[in-house]
């Protein structure tokens, strides 16, 4: 019993009873930064696994409805970062830079072509 409920005088449940989802908090050597992704991804799965089970277990009242559900929307969130997909709508397509066309401008005049050089005429012998 708690000290609050023997106080009330009431039987509570143990605190195991009541809260039967205790994770004990990582230290820094169970998390290191050259952990793999791979690992970070499959740890994120068992959560999510664990989180699943916990939802759809009979007792859960509202209100630990409410905390599973942000925790999955954290894990997804984690899940996204581990992947290396970005935000939607934060990346935007470059513009593309068309190659300029040349246009046709109509015939040509004949005193605007170029008349291609005179072949040179061989030396006088």
Same mark, same amino acid.
């Given at each position: 019993? !708690?000290p ?9 449940? #143990? /605190?195991?009873?009541r809260f039967?989802?205790?994770?004990a908090p ?5 998390? !290191? /930064?050259?952990m793999r992704k !791979? ?5 994120c799965?068992?959560l ?13 009242s509202?209100?630990?409805l409410a ?11 984690r ?7 970005p935000?939607p ?6 513009t %593309? %830079? ?8 109509? #015939? %040509?005049?004949?005193?605007? %072509? ?5 072949p /040179?005429?061989?030396?006088? !012998?």
């Open positions: 019993m !708690t609050a409920c023997r106080q009330a005088g009431t039987n509570c449940p #143990p /605190a195991s009873a039967p989802l205790t994770v990582l230290s820094r050597t169970d998390y !290191t /930064a050259d !791979t690992k970070a991804l499959s740890q799965y068992a999510q696994d664990l989180l699943f089970g916990a939802a759809h277990d009979p007792g859960c509202k209100p630990d905390k599973l559900s942000l925790a999955w929307e954290r894990l997804e969130e899940k996204r970062v581990l992947r290396g997909r935000l709508g934060s990346l935007r397509p470059k %593309v %830079v068309k190659p300029q066309q040349r246009r046709w401008r109509g #015939p %040509v005049a004949p005193e605007q %072509v170029d008349s291609p050089p005179a /040179a005429q061989a030396p006088a !012998t």
